[in-house]
């Protein structure tokens, strides 16, 4: 319930604090006093975008507030859901800054526009005249046998495996498309396959052979190097080792009369060992290098036909032409395996369209069921509020699983006839603008009884009706203010003699400023609005005493 709404610097209203009643409450004033401006103010509380900067006072921010009472309305796992501290008496806050920027809060808690509108949408209805126009839709219409029938849980499954079955569905297609291209292709990349399978390049393979490469190709200079410092070591007039071995004799002869000489001794002949097997090493190095021409033309056509395959394919390494190798590979299990695969995935397919149609049709059944309900309750409704002829036959036929959509199986519309022996017809092609009004009153006040809804706003939905019309609809919406919370913006002092709460919005002139601003009536106040409602600005005596007869009379 909206137990009160905070106004500040918002259009023409500088400051408004307004508590409303858990009943039926009316709002009634001039057209441009500012009921249009209320219903922005509470809008941007529900959610709605702020369109530009409409300040009272441009040098400071507009903030609205609205208190809602929400202790049985069952939103704790929403507020949980969303992070948000949840309290009995909630407050959401809208603020708008001087610089026109937006911001949102719930329970001080900031929040962004769609959390705001979710969570509005659980709070408020609002119905305007315009809203009539929902009825001619068929989303519109299957939300109302929907929520007579309680489909809620059941359409959630169904959105659930239908999204499931276009997600299959997809993978279908692409694999299908996958497969064409693949079997297109499957001679060329079967080749390509070929080629780098018979190379079978490894790696980290190139450097190895281009160093064997250049081994190979300066075998004879290598070999020239190894035999000359050989030659030098140990192989010579005077080499290394005969030098050193000279030298260490000499030492160690010195050693008998110089005791630090014995250490020099046995550093010089570590040095003269690890000469001699350096030699050794040198002379098997040499040993060991050949000038090898067919290896060589071996290495060099290796290299060739590896260079050629990176050229080939726009890679730098060996490891992109491994990879790709790879890729290829799977292409062709694809090309060469797809039936299976495609007929796994068409059985898959089938097994999720047979849960699709399940659900489309258990939810079928319960609108079938509820069908003549709704049909018989609007009529009843639109009998009350003077439409004693009219009659609402509701086509509902199943569609073929391709045509489906997130709303179900079905495909409906609302046939009407407002008078006798008129045929019936699509709704908005036979009913005039009152007609829908009533119309949409009466499946408003269906689908309310039937859910949660916490509030209900009417807003001059009262268009080409008056007298006792007027009477009975204000009837409907009193009858529904005794099990939830209606505000009802009115023209008709019908309408409006049947609230628990009257307010009055209103002009002044003040500091040389327009301003809106609203009035809790008492009970002479609404006789006299509800007076000039009847007669204009200056009510004679049977007005006023017509007044309170629909006061009294309430």
Known sequence: MLSRLLIKNYALIDNLDIAFDKGLNIITGETGAGKSILMGALGLVLGNRADGKQFFNEDKKCVIEGYFSISSYDLKGFFEENDLEYDDETIIRREISVDGKSRAFVNDSPVNLSILKTLGERLIDIHSQHATLQINTEEFQLFVLDAIAGNESLLEEFR??????RQIDKKLKSLKEESRTANAELDYNQFLFDELEKVNVREGEVKELEEEQSQLENAEEIKRALLASNYLLSDGEHTALALLKESIQQIQQASRYFSDAEELANRLNSAYIEIKDVSSEIANQESAVHLDEQRLDEVNTRLSDIYSLLKKHHVDSESELIELKNQLEEKLQVALNHD???????????????????????IHKNRSKVKSEVEHAVQNTLAHVGMVNARLDISLTLQPLEKVSSKGLDTVQFLFSANKGQALQPIHKVASGGELSRVMLAIKSLVASKSALPTIIFDEIDTGISGE????????????????????????????SKGTSHFKVYKEDKENKTRSNIVLMNEDERVMEIAQMLSGANPGEAALAHAKNLLVNN
């Open 160 to 165: 659930k495996e239908l999204q499931q079955l």
């Open 340 to 362: 299976e695969i495609l007929a796994k995935l068409e059985a898959e397919k089938q097994k999720q369209e047979t849960k699709v149609l399940q659900v489309g049709k258990n």
């Open 469 to 496: 019309v007027a009477l009975r609809v204000g009837e409907v919406m009193q009858g529904l203010a005794k099990n939830m919370q209606v505000l009802a913006i009115t023209h008709l002092p019908q309408i409006a």
